[in-house]
């Protein structure tokens, strides 16, 4: 009878932590109507359900499971990132730089959240403190080539050329994954700096 109920037990935790993967939100809402097991635990099967609602644009939806996950576990730092990340795409930039706010109080030695910190800023035209994230972002991961790429383009916005071209030289010697877009749009940007610049005039 022990064995069994463990096995039970297993199977409802291993339910409830990963009922996101599945895109199907019933899957998400049977384990928070029905498991057993309450508290913290059901805090996964809320993020999931807003993960999936994440991946269909339902950023309201999302949003509101994240509060309900964040209320039962307040202390992950990743429900935070999940909550700023709907609120970003939802257009509630100064909430969710709040939200990165927290989730780099719990986490301070993760780069994600100072590089989407930063993106936040940026989008509110806050580009000296979105700088100043992405720098911290780049401290931690030096080889985020996207953290390299958007500090270029705040330098950038900012008249800070040479820091610009640095940071878009920088990306395109970094890893760029599976994402290739990076080193185009780094690529992009320093043909456009080269441009620009006023040609030499050669001396008589």
């Known amino acids: 009878m022990l064995i069994v109920v ?5 199977l409802s935790t291993h339910m409830v932590v990963n009922c996101g993967d599945e895109d199907d939100p019933d899957i998400c809402a049977a384990v928070i109507g029905f498991s057993p097991l309450r508290g913290s635990l059901i805090a996964f099967a809320y993020e999931g359900r807003g993960r999936i609602a994440m991946r269909h644009g339902d950023f309201r939806r999302a949003i509101s499971d994240f509060d309900e996950a964040i209320h039962l576990n307040p202390n ?22 709040e939200d ?6 719990h986490d301070p030695k993760h780069a994600a959240p100072y590089h989407q910190r930063g993106l936040a800023l940026a989008a509110t035209g806050d580009l000296d403190r979105a700088i100043l994230s992405y720098n911290t972002a780049v401290r931690l991961d030096p080889s985020d080539a996207q953290a ?28 760029a994954g599976k994402d290739v877009r990076t080193r185009e749009a780094a690529r992009a940007k320093l043909a456009e700096l080269a441009s620009a610049e006023p040609l030499a005039v050669p001396r008589r």
């Open 6 to 10: 463990a096995v039970l037990i297993g």
């Open 148 to 175: 390299r790429l958007d500090r270029g383009l705040a330098f950038l916005a900012r008249g800070q050329i040479d820091d610009a071209r640095a940071d878009f030289e920088a990306a395109l010697t970094l890893p």
């Open 76 to 97: 992950r730092a990743s429900l935070y990132r999940d909550r700023a990340l709907a609120r970003r795409q939802n257009g509630d930039l100064e909430l969710a730089i």
């Open 100 to 105: 990165y706010d927290e989730a780099i109080a």
